[in-house]
Nanobody, 123 residues
């Protein structure tokens, strides 16, 4: 079993920055691909970013490319999402997830999810 706990969400003005963290436990973190997704009420969960266990392979959705950076610290069992130049449309609950497939962009490819952290960007 894997447990994921996100933190770092909050309220920020447009153009600002936030860093989300996700601490994992219960499995060898260093070999697990990790992903970040987001969801707003009434919409499907949306892929944001993913990182392979190698840390050098990352993927981003077009909507966040160039503004968000995913990274991981395997010594701390933690994956991060650095969000910059935030826009009101980035407002959502952000979830981290892990599964068996690197570079997966579909939520169906992930087996374990955190509880989510709210990010609200005001205009």
């Amino acid at each position: 079993q894997v447990q994921l706990v996100e933190s770092g969400g909050g309220l920020v003005q447009a153009g600002g920055s936030l860093r989300l963290s996700c601490v994992a436990s219960g499995r060898t973190f260093s070999t697990q691909p990790m992903g970040w997704f987001r969801q707003v009420p009434g919409k499907e969960r949306e892929f944001v970013a993913a990182i392979a266990w190698t840390r050098t392979i990352t993927d981003y959705s077009d909507s966040v490319k160039g503004r968000f950076t995913i990274s991981r610290d395997n010594a701390k069992n933690t994956v991060y999402l650095q969000m910059s130049s935030l826009k009101p449309e980035d407002t959502a609950v952000y979830y981290c997830a892990t599964g068996s497939y690197s570079r997966a962009t579909s939520p169906r490819m992930y087996d374990y999810w955190g509880q989510g952290t709210q990010v609200t960007v005001s205009s």
